[in-house]
Protein backbone atom coordinates (compact mmCIF):
# COMPACT_ATOMS: atom_id res chain seq x y z
CA UNK A 1 0.00 0.00 0.00
CA UNK A 2 1.61 3.58 -1.20
CA UNK A 3 -0.46 6.48 1.03
CA UNK A 4 0.49 9.94 -0.55
CA UNK A 5 -0.39 12.56 1.65
CA UNK A 6 -1.47 15.85 1.25
CA UNK A 7 2.19 16.49 -0.29
CA UNK A 8 3.35 19.46 -1.51
CA UNK A 9 6.59 19.63 -3.90
CA UNK A 10 8.58 22.16 -5.98
CA UNK A 11 11.14 22.32 -7.66
CA UNK A 12 11.80 26.45 -7.88
CA UNK A 13 10.29 27.79 -5.04
CA UNK A 14 6.40 29.12 -5.16
CA UNK A 15 6.08 26.74 -8.50
CA UNK A 16 4.98 23.47 -7.06
CA UNK A 17 4.06 20.57 -9.03
CA UNK A 18 2.34 18.88 -6.58
CA UNK A 19 0.66 21.18 -3.96
CA UNK A 20 -1.40 19.43 -0.99
CA UNK A 21 -1.84 16.59 -2.81
CA UNK A 22 -3.37 13.24 -1.88
CA UNK A 23 -3.01 9.45 -3.66
CA UNK A 24 -3.30 6.37 -2.56
CA UNK A 25 -2.47 2.64 -4.41
CA UNK A 26 -3.31 -0.25 -2.77
CA UNK A 27 -1.19 -3.55 -2.75
CA UNK A 28 -0.91 -5.39 -6.27
CA UNK A 29 -2.53 -2.78 -8.34
CA UNK A 30 -1.67 -2.08 -11.56
CA UNK A 31 -1.72 1.82 -11.88
CA UNK A 32 -0.83 4.12 -15.00
CA UNK A 33 -0.03 7.99 -14.36
CA UNK A 34 -1.22 9.88 -17.44
CA UNK A 35 -0.64 13.56 -18.27
CA UNK A 36 0.94 15.74 -20.82
CA UNK A 37 4.43 16.66 -20.88
CA UNK A 38 5.87 18.70 -17.92
CA UNK A 39 2.30 17.75 -15.78
CA UNK A 40 5.03 16.33 -12.88
CA UNK A 41 4.34 12.11 -13.88
CA UNK A 42 8.54 11.75 -13.67
CA UNK A 43 8.39 13.67 -10.28
CA UNK A 44 5.74 11.40 -8.87
CA UNK A 45 7.65 8.44 -9.74
CA UNK A 46 10.92 9.72 -8.13
CA UNK A 47 8.93 10.78 -5.08
CA UNK A 48 7.68 7.34 -4.79
CA UNK A 49 10.85 6.21 -5.27
CA UNK A 50 12.09 7.66 -2.31
CA UNK A 51 14.83 9.85 -4.86
CA UNK A 52 13.07 13.42 -3.82
CA UNK A 53 11.22 14.17 -0.94
CA UNK A 54 8.19 16.62 -0.48
CA UNK A 55 8.64 19.68 1.18
CA UNK A 56 5.66 19.11 2.74
CA UNK A 57 3.55 16.10 3.65
CA UNK A 58 4.43 12.45 3.71
CA UNK A 59 4.76 9.56 2.10
CA UNK A 60 4.30 6.04 3.35
CA UNK A 61 4.90 2.38 1.97
CA UNK A 62 3.50 -0.32 3.91
CA UNK A 63 2.80 1.85 7.03
CA UNK A 64 6.77 2.92 6.62
CA UNK A 65 7.36 6.39 6.00
CA UNK A 66 9.52 6.59 3.07
CA UNK A 67 12.49 8.76 3.69
CA UNK A 68 14.86 7.36 1.31
CA UNK A 69 14.89 4.88 -1.52
CA UNK A 70 14.02 0.76 -0.28
CA UNK A 71 14.74 -1.97 -1.32
CA UNK A 72 12.00 -3.90 -2.32
CA UNK A 73 11.52 -0.89 -5.09
CA UNK A 74 12.10 -1.41 -8.32
CA UNK A 75 13.00 1.89 -10.55
CA UNK A 76 12.95 1.24 -14.68
CA UNK A 77 13.97 4.79 -15.58
CA UNK A 78 13.15 6.53 -18.98
CA UNK A 79 16.07 4.97 -21.93
CA UNK A 80 16.72 2.02 -19.35
CA UNK A 81 20.41 2.77 -17.49
CA UNK A 82 22.16 -0.12 -18.73
CA UNK A 83 25.66 0.20 -18.08
CA UNK A 84 27.35 0.29 -22.06
CA UNK A 85 30.33 -1.60 -21.16
CA UNK A 86 28.80 -4.32 -19.79
CA UNK A 87 27.20 -7.31 -21.11
CA UNK A 88 23.70 -8.20 -21.15
CA UNK A 89 24.39 -10.93 -18.29
CA UNK A 90 26.37 -8.58 -16.27
CA UNK A 91 23.69 -5.88 -16.67
CA UNK A 92 20.96 -8.27 -15.53
CA UNK A 93 23.64 -9.29 -12.18
CA UNK A 94 24.90 -5.98 -11.42
CA UNK A 95 21.47 -4.99 -8.71
CA UNK A 96 22.79 -8.93 -7.06
CA UNK A 97 26.51 -7.85 -6.71
CA UNK A 98 25.43 -4.52 -5.10
CA UNK A 99 23.50 -6.52 -2.52
CA UNK A 100 25.49 -8.50 -1.88
CA UNK A 101 28.22 -6.35 -1.25
CA UNK A 102 26.10 -4.50 1.40
CA UNK A 103 24.41 -7.81 2.68
CA UNK A 104 21.25 -8.18 4.24
CA UNK A 105 21.13 -5.15 6.22
CA UNK A 106 17.30 -4.01 5.34
CA UNK A 107 18.80 -0.66 3.99
CA UNK A 108 20.33 -1.55 0.79
CA UNK A 109 18.78 -5.50 0.77
CA UNK A 110 16.22 -6.64 2.71
CA UNK A 111 16.78 -8.17 5.76
CA UNK A 112 15.42 -11.83 4.66
CA UNK A 113 17.50 -11.01 1.50
CA UNK A 114 18.36 -14.47 -0.17
CA UNK A 115 22.07 -14.13 -1.80
CA UNK A 116 21.10 -17.07 -4.22
CA UNK A 117 18.62 -14.98 -6.11
CA UNK A 118 18.95 -16.60 -10.01
CA UNK A 119 20.42 -14.40 -12.96
CA UNK A 120 19.95 -17.65 -15.55
CA UNK A 121 16.32 -18.04 -15.18
CA UNK A 122 15.22 -14.29 -15.46
CA UNK A 123 17.74 -14.12 -18.47
CA UNK A 124 15.42 -17.01 -19.93
CA UNK A 125 12.19 -15.85 -18.82
CA UNK A 126 12.85 -12.36 -20.79
CA UNK A 127 13.93 -14.39 -23.55
CA UNK A 128 17.74 -12.63 -23.31
CA UNK A 129 19.80 -16.03 -23.14
CA UNK A 130 21.06 -15.93 -26.78
CA UNK A 131 22.13 -12.31 -26.74
CA UNK A 132 23.33 -12.64 -22.95
CA UNK A 133 26.79 -12.06 -23.84
CA UNK A 134 26.23 -8.96 -26.02
CA UNK A 135 26.71 -5.71 -24.68
CA UNK A 136 23.74 -3.26 -24.88
CA UNK A 137 24.70 -1.15 -27.94
CA UNK A 138 24.75 -5.01 -30.07
CA UNK A 139 20.83 -5.74 -29.17
CA UNK A 140 17.56 -3.92 -29.72
CA UNK A 141 15.38 -1.53 -27.91
CA UNK A 142 13.36 -3.82 -26.80
CA UNK A 143 16.02 -6.33 -26.04
CA UNK A 144 17.35 -3.54 -23.83
CA UNK A 145 14.25 -2.80 -21.93
CA UNK A 146 13.85 -6.70 -21.11
CA UNK A 147 17.05 -6.76 -19.80
CA UNK A 148 16.55 -3.48 -17.80
CA UNK A 149 13.25 -5.77 -16.04
CA UNK A 150 14.70 -8.57 -15.85
CA UNK A 151 17.74 -6.34 -13.91
CA UNK A 152 14.91 -5.22 -11.49
CA UNK A 153 13.08 -8.35 -11.17
CA UNK A 154 16.38 -10.51 -10.25
CA UNK A 155 15.68 -8.15 -7.20
CA UNK A 156 12.52 -9.34 -6.34
CA UNK A 157 10.69 -6.68 -5.70
CA UNK A 158 6.81 -6.00 -4.21
CA UNK A 159 6.49 -2.52 -6.29
CA UNK A 160 7.73 -1.82 -9.63
CA UNK A 161 7.82 1.62 -11.14
CA UNK A 162 8.22 2.38 -15.15
CA UNK A 163 9.23 5.66 -16.60
CA UNK A 164 7.76 5.68 -20.21
CA UNK A 165 9.30 2.20 -20.58
CA UNK A 166 7.64 1.54 -23.98
CA UNK A 167 8.21 5.22 -25.68
CA UNK A 168 10.80 4.09 -28.04
CA UNK A 169 9.78 0.60 -29.14
CA UNK A 170 8.05 -0.11 -32.51
CA UNK A 171 4.59 -1.42 -32.73
CA UNK A 172 4.91 -5.42 -32.49
CA UNK A 173 7.46 -5.37 -30.03
CA UNK A 174 5.43 -2.70 -27.95
CA UNK A 175 2.86 -4.79 -27.46
CA UNK A 176 4.40 -8.00 -27.12
CA UNK A 177 6.69 -6.00 -24.08
CA UNK A 178 3.21 -4.43 -22.76
CA UNK A 179 1.85 -7.96 -22.39
CA UNK A 180 5.16 -9.31 -20.61
CA UNK A 181 5.36 -6.49 -18.14
CA UNK A 182 1.62 -7.48 -17.23
CA UNK A 183 1.84 -11.15 -17.29
CA UNK A 184 4.72 -10.52 -14.78
CA UNK A 185 2.54 -8.20 -13.01
CA UNK A 186 0.28 -11.29 -12.31
CA UNK A 187 2.96 -13.84 -11.60
CA UNK A 188 4.79 -11.84 -8.97
CA UNK A 189 2.05 -10.73 -7.33
CA UNK A 190 3.76 -7.05 -8.01
CA UNK A 191 2.25 -3.14 -7.02
CA UNK A 192 2.80 -2.18 -10.87
CA UNK A 193 3.25 2.03 -11.54
CA UNK A 194 3.35 2.99 -15.27
CA UNK A 195 4.15 6.28 -16.35
CA UNK A 196 3.20 7.14 -20.37
CA UNK A 197 1.77 10.30 -21.73
CA UNK A 198 -0.13 7.88 -24.45
CA UNK A 199 -3.79 7.75 -23.76
CA UNK A 200 -4.31 4.15 -25.45
CA UNK A 201 -1.30 2.17 -23.44
CA UNK A 202 -3.33 4.06 -20.10
CA UNK A 203 -6.05 2.36 -21.27
CA UNK A 204 -4.37 -0.73 -22.29
CA UNK A 205 -2.46 -1.15 -18.96
CA UNK A 206 -4.05 0.86 -16.16
CA UNK A 207 -6.60 -1.43 -14.07
CA UNK A 208 -6.70 2.51 -12.36
CA UNK A 209 -5.66 5.52 -14.19
CA UNK A 210 -4.23 8.43 -11.94
CA UNK A 211 -4.24 11.71 -14.00
CA UNK A 212 -2.17 14.91 -13.81
CA UNK A 213 -2.58 18.10 -15.48
CA UNK A 214 -0.67 21.51 -15.90
CA UNK A 215 1.03 22.41 -12.17
CA UNK A 216 0.24 22.33 -9.57
CA UNK A 217 -1.73 18.99 -9.05
CA UNK A 218 -3.93 19.27 -5.91
CA UNK A 219 -6.44 16.16 -6.41
CA UNK A 220 -5.94 13.21 -7.30
CA UNK A 221 -8.20 12.46 -10.84
CA UNK A 222 -8.69 8.69 -10.93
CA UNK A 223 -10.80 6.35 -13.48
CA UNK A 224 -10.65 2.95 -13.02
CA UNK A 225 -10.34 0.18 -15.52
CA UNK A 226 -11.63 -2.95 -14.25
CA UNK A 227 -11.61 -4.61 -17.58
CA UNK A 228 -8.37 -4.05 -19.12
CA UNK A 229 -6.99 -7.67 -19.07
CA UNK A 230 -9.74 -9.11 -20.58
CA UNK A 231 -8.58 -10.42 -23.57
CA UNK A 232 -11.25 -9.37 -26.10
CA UNK A 233 -10.38 -5.52 -24.21
CA UNK A 234 -8.30 -4.20 -26.95
CA UNK A 235 -11.16 -4.64 -29.67
CA UNK A 236 -14.29 -3.98 -27.28
CA UNK A 237 -16.58 -0.36 -27.30
CA UNK A 238 -15.30 -0.03 -23.72
CA UNK A 239 -11.29 0.70 -24.60
CA UNK A 240 -12.76 2.88 -27.16
CA UNK A 241 -15.05 4.87 -24.92
CA UNK A 242 -12.44 4.25 -22.21
CA UNK A 243 -9.92 6.62 -24.64
CA UNK A 244 -12.15 8.98 -25.22
CA UNK A 245 -12.69 9.74 -21.70
CA UNK A 246 -9.32 9.79 -21.10
CA UNK A 247 -8.68 12.15 -23.82
CA UNK A 248 -11.29 14.80 -22.94
CA UNK A 249 -10.65 14.53 -19.00
CA UNK A 250 -7.14 15.55 -19.93
CA UNK A 251 -8.04 18.45 -21.74
CA UNK A 252 -10.15 19.57 -19.26
CA UNK A 253 -7.65 19.68 -16.61
N1 LIG B 1 15.46 18.50 -11.62
C1 LIG B 1 14.60 19.46 -11.98
N2 LIG B 1 14.83 20.74 -11.66
C2 LIG B 1 13.96 21.73 -12.02
N3 LIG B 1 12.81 21.51 -12.68
C3 LIG B 1 12.54 20.24 -13.03
C4 LIG B 1 13.41 19.16 -12.72
N4 LIG B 1 12.85 18.01 -13.19
C5 LIG B 1 11.69 18.37 -13.78
N5 LIG B 1 11.51 19.70 -13.68
C6 LIG B 1 10.34 20.44 -14.18
O1 LIG B 1 9.22 19.99 -13.44
C7 LIG B 1 8.09 19.85 -14.29
C8 LIG B 1 7.59 18.42 -14.22
O2 LIG B 1 8.58 17.57 -14.81
P1 LIG B 1 8.40 16.01 -14.98
O3 LIG B 1 9.62 15.48 -15.64
O4 LIG B 1 8.00 15.43 -13.69
O5 LIG B 1 7.15 15.97 -15.97
P2 LIG B 1 6.62 14.78 -16.86
O6 LIG B 1 5.15 14.84 -16.78
O7 LIG B 1 7.28 13.51 -16.48
O8 LIG B 1 7.09 15.23 -18.32
P3 LIG B 1 7.55 14.35 -19.60
O9 LIG B 1 6.33 13.58 -20.04
O10 LIG B 1 7.97 15.39 -20.59
O11 LIG B 1 8.67 13.46 -19.15
C9 LIG B 1 8.55 20.30 -15.68
O12 LIG B 1 8.19 21.65 -15.85
C10 LIG B 1 10.04 20.14 -15.63
O13 LIG B 1 10.67 21.05 -16.48
Redesign the pocket.
Known amino acids: MIEVEGITFA??PGKP?FEDFTWTAGRNEAWVIL??????????L?LLAGLVRPQRGVIRVDGQLLTRPRPQTGLII?DYGLLPWATVRENVRLGLRIRNFYGADGIHAPRDYQPTLEVEPWLERLGLLSVAEHFPGQISGGQRQRTAIARTLVLNPDILLM??PFASLDAPTRDSLQRLVLDLWVERGLTLII?T?VIEEAALLGQKILL?GH?PNQTAHVIENPDFLHPEYRDSPAYRDLCRELRSRLEAL
Open positions: YTIGPSGCGKSTLSQDEVHLP
